[in-house]
Structures are given as C-alpha cells and as structure tokens.
C-alpha cells in the first residue's frame, strides 16, 4: 500500500472481484483502459483516470480518444474541455494528429464516434494539430492544448442556403451559435451540429428577439432543422395574424334592459 496514505491505499487496493482466480484477497487497481481480444491479448488505450463532468454526466477522455485513434488516418489524439465563455457552457475538444500522407475526413470521424460513443461524449470541436504538447514523463499535457477552433461537423455534407426571410435569420443565429461560415437548411439541430438542450435554450432566447416569437425549446426538438423551424414560426405568425384579424371583426353588442340591443 501507500504509506501514511490510508484513503489512497483503500480507493487502488480493492477487494478481489468473485470471478477472477487469485490467491490474493485485494489486488491493484492501475486505472488504466484495455480491452481483451479472442486471442486473450491486451490492448491498451490509455489511462481512465481522466474523468470529467459535462451536461451532467461523468466522461472519461481516455474513452474518447481511444475511438478517435481507431480511425485509420489518426496517429494519436487528445480530448479536453473546453470553458465557451459566449454560451456559458463547458464543452468538449478533440485534438488529432494525422498519419503521414494521410488525410483526415471529418464526416468519417463524426460517424465513427456517434456509432461508439454516447451523444454527449462527441466532442463539439475537433482540430488537426502536428504534434501533442507531452509533460516531462511523455504523457499528454492537456493544459497546453490550444484554444479549439474548428466544429465537429461534417464538412462535406450538402449545403442547401436559406430562402425565406425568417430561414435566413435563423439561419445566422444558428451559425453564431455553432461558430460555423456556413449552414445548411436541412442540418438536424442535434445530429449534424451537435446541440443540445441548453445550447437550444440559448437558440431560443436569441430566435424570440429576433423574429419576435413564442418559440420554445420543444418546438426546436419538434422541428430540428432550419427549414421545418421556419415553417413552423411562419404558420404560428399566419395564425396569429388571422385571430387578430377576426377579434377586429367581431361586433360589439350592448343590450338594454328596457330598449333590447343598441
């Protein structure tokens, strides 16, 4: 154990689990992440001693970087978190550096982690730098990771540019929300660009002063991309405007007790 450290020793010598065949009554806990193979080899991805908490949830960014070195243009990565002082919101950045010769596609990447990881363990940022900053003993210094830049999107995906007036603002409040030069009137709000419930509480808040809407959070989740959204803030507005119109119709009648209506 560790000495004159009682707490430490009791948290890595852990007892031994029912199923493992040992003639030792605790055994040591490295916190490092393998997997075991059907040839009974170890692999191993990193430590799991990285955890971090975001929308609520507890993450290991060894996890993440784990699936991100899986894809075949990848030769190491990182994952850290990012403070996004415009939204308020602590979100997550990845970092990769890429095999010689080799190009990274960003649909691919984005793919490769909606399959293998939870939604909210997507990194909201992934940028492509030459080498990872290292501490003295090799291992990754995250503290000296650059400020992140790039979204997680797929850039190669279609664009379909807005139309409408009401398209179009929403379409420039979700670029400044995502931080994207372009957006397209068919991207999903959660799937293509990665929001979520508070990034849409901060869409909503901004959609409501600039078109002057009732629009909510459900609404977004109801109609997740720009196109459907608009369709459905012109049909609020349409039917607003015609009760509006049919309260002015309406004629006012008085009744007297002694001479009837009047």
């Known amino acids: 154990g560790y000495m004159n450290l009682p707490d430490v020793t009791e948290k890595t010598f852990i007892k031994k689990p029912d199923h493992l065949e040992t ?8 916190s490092d992440l393998v997997s075991l193979n059907e040839s009974k080899e170890l692999y191993f991805y990193g430590r799991i001693d990285h955890q971090v908490k975001i929308r609520g949830y507890r993450i290991e960014l060894s996890e993440i970087e784990a699936v991100l070195r899986e894809h075949k243009a990848v030769h190491a990565a990182a ?17 990769v550096v890429c095999k010689k010769n080799m190009k990274l596609k960003r649909g691919e990447i984005l793919s490769l982690l909606k399959k293998r990881v939870p939604s909210y363990m997507v990194p909201n940022y992934l940028d492509t730098i030459c080498e990872l900053p290292t501490l003295a003993s090799g291992k990754t210094n995250r503290k000296k990771l650059p400020v992140p830049v790039t979204p997680l999107v797929d850039t190669e995906r279609a664009i379909v540019k807005a139309k409408s007036e009401t398209e179009k603002c929403i379409a420039s409040i979700w670029q400044s929300q ?13 799937t293509d660009l990665g929001g979520y419930s508070l990034v849409a509480a901060h869409t909503v808040s901004e959609l409501r002063k600039k078109l002057n809407s009732t629009i909510t959070i459900r609404d977004i989740y109801s109609n997740p991309t720009i196109k459907t ?31 009837g209506i009047i």
Do not use: C, G, M, W
């Open 23 to 30: 003639e030792f009554d605790r055994i040591y806990k490295t």
């Open 79 to 95: 994952v850290h978190t990012y403070n996004n002082k415009q939204k308020e919101l602590t979100e997550l950045a990845a970092y």
């Open 178 to 190: 995502f931080k994207l030069d372009s957006i397209s009137t068919e991207d999903n709000f959660f």
């Open 229 to 259: 959204l608009a369709a459905h803030i012109d049909a609020q507005r349409k039917k607003a405007a015609q009760n509006h119109k049919k309260q002015k119709a309406v004629k006012i009648i008085r009744i007297s007790p002694i001479f």
